[in-house]
């Protein structure tokens, strides 16, 4: 491969023997935004120290911009300026203010380029009037602000994000994100962000890499995967399916509550409120599985019969 970063057929396997990373292999273009789900032990964050060079793989490489990064077990100090890795525990120093913290990196360069490197990056992710806080004074948004800040210290081109926003609540990490969905843009750099939330992936990035059990098994555009997303495993990701039958899955939403007689029937077991529609769990006649109605009527009510209709163009055909 020879692209802006290329990952080469990637294998890593630890002691159990437990496999992170099995054959992967992918190509990332410059100033592309990516993000990478999957299951819980699927390789995500091995992906990333990989890509980082902090850990050495079994086989395979990853090359940036067509020179081979050197793992742990080949150099020295590991790691590249110009790649940066930021992990979920953020890795603040407690006792260091905003300032030092971002500006640790920056040390051994020249001393008015640093003073000039904080002020830009504290200007960027409004940090001004926070540069002599502590840490502990801070809230979750803005210590993640500072750690991703100093990641930035350098300059890098390429910006690979952890599960950074896992700690966060909802109000905060909309927030974040914005800000840092504008940041990145401005700065067109490249990222990779690892995340178990698919909303943190459509928020900032747009397109989506599936991986389960160490290997790939989707990749692209996010509203392309979502639209066609080839296995029940990638679709899941997107929210709950209701098996219709074997290999034949419909969304909540694709699911249209009727006066008329429809494809099925059933009664409400659950109804829960969402902004834009009532979540339905319905028991459906003659079947011994429950389904998930997204309904914009609102006069439903536990207890109630409905019939259920929908479109064949909605049906997703799903391998397992």
Not at 56 to 74: C, K, M, P, T
């Amino acid at each position: 491969m020879t692209g802006f970063l290329s990952i080469e057929k990637l294998s890593k396997t630890y002691e159990g023997p437990t496999t992170a990373l099995a054959d992967f292999s992918m190509e990332i273009g410059q100033g592309e935004r990516w993000s990478v789900v999957g299951a819980s032990g699927s390789g995500k964050s091995t992906l990333l120290r990989l890509m980082a060079g902090l850990e050495a793989q079994d086989q395979g490489a990853v090359f940036y911009r067509g020179e081979r990064i050197l793992h742990s077990g080949e150099k020295l100090v590991p790691g590249y300026d110009a790649i940066q890795l930021v992990k979920q525990d953020k890795g603040l120093y407690p006792h260091s203010t905003v300032a030092e913290n971002i500006s640790r990196p920056l040390l051994q360069y020249d001393k008015a380029y640093a003073r000039e490197r904080l002020d830009e990056l504290l200007s960027l992710f409004g940090l001004e009037k926070k540069r002599d806080s502590l840490p502990r004074q801070l809230s979750g948004g803005q210590q993640q602000k500072v750690a991703i800040a100093r990641a930035m210290s350098l300059e890098p081109e390429v910006l690979l994000l952890d599960e950074p926003f896992s700690s966060l609540d909802s109000h905060q990490k909309r927030t974040l994100l914005d800000e840092l969905n504008l940041i990145f843009q401005d700065l067109a750099i490249t990222l990779v962000l690892v995340t178990h939330d698919i909303q943190d992936a459509l928020l900032i990035t747009d397109k989506l890499c599936v991986m389960a059990h160490g290997k790939l098994m989707r990749k692209g555009e996010i509203k392309d995967i979502h639209q066609d997303p080839k296995t029940a495993y990638v679709a899941g990701f997107f929210g709950p399916l209701n098996a219709l039958s074997e290999n034949k899955y419909l969304r909540p939403s694709h699911i249209q509550v009727t006066k008329e007689k429809g494809k099925a029937a059933g009664k409400i077991l659950l109804k829960r409120y969402f902004p834009d529609h009532d979540l339905l769990t319905v028991a459906l006649e003659g079947h011994s599985n429950y389904w998930q109605v997204a309904a914009p009527i609102r006069k439903l009510r536990k207890g109630d019969s409905v019939n259920l209709d929908w479109k064949e163009s909605h049906i997703l055909r799903l391998d397992e």
